[in-house]
């Protein structure tokens, strides 16, 4: 995968799809792998799709940086990567298929941030075409960058509501030495004070999980002091995810204990995946509004629930419409 | 690039209409106290750490979100632009009052909202309100095993809201990210007075990350009168090494080899040969005075991952031809070899009456040649120019010493510091990383992006910040106004 570093990517067709449908006034929905899409109601939105949109457009080990086209799925970035002994932390959900540009713009992580931060940590550079067909470049190949207004920021997690990601150049580091998952019945609360930064604290409803990422000794000393026992990964719900205060996230884990819903909460950041019928995703919703968090339910099977509209602030609707002034982006989470 | 000595600033008009009617408005909000006028206190707040000076209307200083919500409706009501400041210590003539078509903004400073509101070390964050030190949280997340890891070198003066405000970094960046990586929510105050709370408490965002936006946006999409910001646990060990070699080639080649070993230091700060000599004259930090460049390394964490990173470093260090290879033994030892880093502010002023900082990055493995771009620019332009550079990041801050009085001697160093700009551009870097744009930069933000690129820039800014009153004339170029600002380092106003 050694494409030449100034390969660039042909933009007109993405382009030329937003100005007819901006003529038509109609609506377009961004697709990448389709990994929460294809879960989702269908709308009568056309697709965008960055199918085409794939390959390493620069790899430079040396500087821990690569540039991609936002298409490239996420497993295949992942392998390129562990050949050279790197990662990028956003977390590949295995078999799904879902794309870097996907990833973005949702910026759903795993359990892994942690300690390696959310995913907007990792990106250093985007190539945006903005709902209203500007082809725009916000950040650098370099790890410091604050010429201008921090346009990454604004296209991670923006849910393809200001723009099709095109490129994206991502932080990378070396994959750690060691790591393992271990388990323990201590409290959750506990064990993340005692132990020194861990990868991931999970609590599920079938005991509490650690993810050590250290250099071995290091992993050995730690399991040792909070006395962990290896154990094999969790397995995690995909039906809904919570997100309340981190300080709140036992009270929830609590709840769907005796409520006997299926849950990993990730102890220390707050999220929580959820799995069960639609009545208990319901509760379950209603619970996390009464801890002052919220339900993002992302399998439209399961459920009758609607994905839960993001209220939005004046400020977020001014910036939107900035860049996309006619609405043809859809909010997937919020269908019309 | 740079602007030019423009206009006399209008110190002794008398104010307008307008300026007048506001200054009544803001007496009455502040108080004597909280409001300065005279030409002793706009000379002081003429400037920030850059050269770039112009004269304010005034100088707020509210100690209260409500005054300050009062302090800005009266501007808006009087349509008297404003600039926002915190520590002063900003080096790009972000917190300098330049104002826009003839119209001088007043000073607002946050330097009074000054506390720690909360420090909630179970869950690891930390409130706070702009004018609070970065060093003074530093202490107090100590007391609780915990730290708060952006670092700048400016961090016993410069304040938490100005290291939100320009997207700070410091000696720690290349694990533990920028400002904006520790910062969890925003709290911006609009030109209305109105707190927007960007990104609350809630582990994942509703809506857009305006927050990431308002992280470097120097003062210009609003006043910055609060913030969340994570703190990590105090590692456990630390190991430091202090590395000489006889050429700068070598000491970039072992950054390259380091950056891609099996595990990132935590710092990687350089100093070439004429740093070295200033500081070990100045602080006496155990560097060796015959080499070309030295490395300071860090490595914190766990203590068998640090010693093994000691033990990697120093090896790949050998093998690039070091000459000398010092681990800290204990804490004290720890220090003075970080003093000297420390030390080369105060060094430099005891040796320059000025000096001329610059801020570029360079992808890491282009550092060698930038490093021999700048040596060669400062033979060129008969220039002392010595080399502190943030070398985990490629991020170098060549410091051009000079003498005022020297006939002719700033336009050398204004063509120096450009030539500079421009080749970590023709390198594939960028004009800034961490000091900003402010006005210094700003003309160069046209040759960076394209009009496609500027112009969704500037509907940002404006989506953001409607009143168009909040720095109006910093970083994005402007078509419009005359620049007021001067590049001239004044002497005679204090
Ligand atoms: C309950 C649940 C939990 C999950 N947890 C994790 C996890 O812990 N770790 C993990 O790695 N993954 C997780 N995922 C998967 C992951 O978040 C998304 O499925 C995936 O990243 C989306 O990628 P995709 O390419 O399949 O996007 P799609 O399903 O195609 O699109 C998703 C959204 O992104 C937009 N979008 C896609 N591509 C672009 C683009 N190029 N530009 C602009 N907008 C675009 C779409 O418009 C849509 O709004 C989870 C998924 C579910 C359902
Ligand atoms: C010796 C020295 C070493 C330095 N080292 C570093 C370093 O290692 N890393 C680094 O990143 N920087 C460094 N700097 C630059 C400077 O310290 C940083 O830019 C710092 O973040 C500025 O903070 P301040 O409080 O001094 O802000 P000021 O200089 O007062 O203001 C800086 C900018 O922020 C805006 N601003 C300030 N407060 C607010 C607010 N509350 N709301 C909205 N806007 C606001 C101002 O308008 C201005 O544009 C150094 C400076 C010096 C002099």
Known sequence: MSDAATMTTDLAPIVDTLAAAQRARGQLVIRGGGSVLERLPPTDAEVLSTAELTGVIDHRPEDLVITVRAGTPVEELSALLATHGQECPIEPLAGHGSTVGGRLA?????????????????????????????????????????????????????WGTVGVIAEVTLKLRPIPTTSAWFTTDRPASRVLAELY???????????????????????????????????????????????VDPSRLAELTSWAQAAAIPY????????????????????????????GGRLLVLDAGATTLPMRPPPEDPMSERVRAALDPQQILLDVRRPR | MHPTSGTRPRRDLQPTAAESALLTDLGRVLGEDGLRTSALSRATYRRDASFLNADPLAIALPSTREQLAAVLRACRDHGVPFTPRAAG???????????????????????????LLELDAANRRAHVEP?????????????????FAPDPASQIAATLGGNVATNAGGIHVLTYGVMSQHVLAVELMDADGVVHLLDGRLPEQAGLDLRGVSVGGEGTLGIVVGAWLRLLPAPQAIGTLLAGFHTLEAAAATVGALVTSDRLPDAVELMDARAIALVEDYAQAGYPTDAAAVLLLEYEGLPAGVSAGVDTAARMAAEHGATQVVRAADAGQRARIWKGRKAVAGAIAKQAP?????DVVVPRSRL?????????????????????????DGNLHPFVLFDRREEGVLDRVFAAGHDIVTTALALDGTVTGEHGVGIEKRDFLSQIYTEDALAVQQAVRTAMEPSGLANPDKVLPTTVGCLEARMVPEGAWV
């Open chain 1, 106 to 158: 949702t910026a759903l992580a795993g359990p892994r941030q942690l300690q390696a931060g959310r995913v907007r940590d990792w990106v250093l550079r985007v190539r945006l075409v903005t709902g209203d067909g500007r082809v725009v470049t916000a950040g650098g190949v370099t790890v410091k960058d604050v010429t201008g207004y921090d346009l990454c920021r604004l296209a991670t997690g923006s």
């Open chain 1, 264 to 291: 990993a909460g990730f102890v220390g950041v707050g999220v929580c995946l959820l799995d069960g019928d639609p009545d208990a995703l319901v509760a379950a919703g209603a619970r996390a509004a009464e801890l």
């Open chain 1, 197 to 243: 930064r861990p990868a991931a604290v999970v609590s599920t409803d079938e005991g509490l999980f650690v993810r050590l990422e250290e250099h071995p000794d290091d992993v050995v000393a730690q399991a040792a002091a909070v006395g962990l026992v290896a154990a094999v990964a969790p397995t995690l719900p995909t039906t809904a995810r919570a997100a």
């Open chain 2, 354 to 358: 000025d000096f001329f900082l610059q």
């Open chain 2, 89 to 115: 210590t900003g080096l790009a003539g972000g917190a300098t009052p330049t104002g826009v078509g003839g119209v001088r903004p007043l000073v607002i400073s946050v330097a009074r909202m000054d506390r």
């Open chain 2, 131 to 147: 004018g609070l030190v970065n060093a003074r949280l530093g202490r107090a997340a100590a007391a609780h095993g915990l730290r």
């Open chain 2, 368 to 392: 060698g040649e930038m490093l021999d771009a700048v040596v060669a620019i400062g033979e060129r332009e008969n220039l002392i120019i010595l080399n502190v550079v943030h070398a985990g």
